[in-house]
């Protein structure tokens, strides 16, 4: 099974990826965590971005996510419930408002099919947290090159996740909830998926 929890950065999706991981593990279930881009390949890239062109980070962001989708199915295959932080809306979101494959639609989704095999997770949880929240988030923990854009540019970022998502397995959950409430949302719902009845 795959699950992606996604949002804007700084929507709280890494927090609540913990949290399932835990309770899963608890409820012994095998769990793999999925993310294109962790802290080591951005440690990695960081110096190098700031000299690169906007098709050449095009060019490897893709290369990471075809790694994500390879590694997830692996996991999924050993069966592992995969956690993924994000999974190929983030490349539709961006990509149909930003770049040169905003102009190439048909491009934009044969390189994303290329990366992905048209493989949808069997449930998305899209954490909306208005980008002022998050914008402010941002500030507090230190922005990287990933997230450093401003509060209109997540806005826009927002608005582009939500039409990327439509027609998929998504719930949309508030993200100006609490922690708590939020994480106990998510576990309802994949109890549901699980057919399982799982303690909060």
Known sequence: MLIAITGIDGSGKSTQIGLLKRFLKKNHYPVFISKACGKAEKKCLNKFFQYWDSLTITFVFQGLHRQQYVEALKAIKAGNIVLADRWD???????????????HKDLMLEWNNLAFNKFIPDLTFFIDTPSKITHQRLVSRGKDFLDKGSKRYHEQIRRATIKALKGRPVIVIDGTQSINHIHKIIVSQVSKKLKFNMPV
């Open 89 to 103: 809306e983030t490349f539709l979101s961006f990509h149909s408002k930003f770049g040169y494959l905003s102009k």
